[in-house]
T-cell receptor, first 115, second 112 residues
Framework: DAGVIQSPRHEVTEMGQEVTLRCKPISGHNSLFWYRQTMMRGLELLIY????????DSGMPEDRFSAKMPNASFSTLKIQPSEPRDSAVYFC?????????????FGPGTRLLVL | GQQVMQIPQYQHVQEGEDFTTYCNSS?????IQWYKQRPGGHPVFLIQ?????EVKKQKRLTFQFGEAKKNSSLHITATQTTDVGTYFC????????????FGKGTLLTVNP
């Protein structure tokens, strides 16, 4: 059974460029989370989707960040334009219904470096 | 806002020694989860505690949830090199039914 799939696994880009991160949640899971992990701030929730609908985007740092979930098997997180302070590991996680009592299954992450 | 604090931030042990990490919340938690992240890897769910005073064991790992449901601990007996990684606790944020607040984690390194 495939877990959460993320691509690319590594991304190096220059400041000002657009970056698109992709995620395929576990089949049958209705909830999807995007997290950002840095040494300073730890794991931060950026946005939460339930049944493909964005429920909570209060963690999105600023307007340069946007996320979509056009269908149950695909989500994107876009940064435009990217800045060096966006360098981090971005994780996508999914769970069956999204409640705090459920296990969250994390993807392998995208390691982003913005020069 | 509600915070989940973990101590210590780092712990280095000799193989065979015990290890404990502590998690403290500023508010009462309905449940707490523990995750492990290997170096270069992603967080992987270990266990969930729900009941006041609950104790659960997974082989050499013992998890406890405090009586007041505001703190938790993870204890590893006789560490092995395979235990290396960062251990995170996570609890519901501000009573949310979907948001988890993760602690900053405890990085465990084991000297063989």
């Amino acid at each position: 059974d495939a877990g959460v799939i993320q691509s690319p696994r590594h991304e190096v880009t220059e400041m000002g460029q657009e970056v698109t991160l992709r995620c395929k949640p576990i089949s049958g899971h209705n909830s999807l989370f995007w997290y950002r992990q840095t040494m300073m701030r730890g794991l931060e929730l950026l946005i939460y989707f339930n049944n493909n609908v964005p429920i909570d985007d209060s963690g999105m740092p600023e307007d340069r960040f946007s996320a979509k979930m056009p269908n149950a098997s695909f989500s994107t997180l876009k940064i435009q334009p990217s800045e060096p302070r966006d360098s981090a590991v971005y994780f996508c996680a999914s769970s069956p219904r999204g409640t705090v009592q459920e296990t969250q299954y994390f993807g392998p992450g995208t390691r982003l470096l913005v020069l | 806002g509600q915070q989940v604090m973990q101590i210590p931030q780092y712990q280095h042990v000799q193989e065979g020694e015990d290890f404990t990490t502590y998690c403290n919340s500023s508010t009462t938690l309905s449940n707490i989860q523990w995750y492990k992240q290997r170096p270069g890897g992603h967080p992987v769910f270990l266990i969930q505690l729900v009941k006041s005073g609950e104790v659960k064991k997974q082989k050499r790992l013992t998890f406890q949830f405090g009586e007041a449901k505001k703190n938790s601990s993870l204890h590893i007996t006789a560490t092995q090199t395979t235990d290396v990684g960062t251990y995170f606790c996570a609890g519901p944020r501000g009573g949310s039914n979907y948001k988890l607040t993760f602690g900053k984690g405890t990085l465990l390194t084991v000297n063989p």
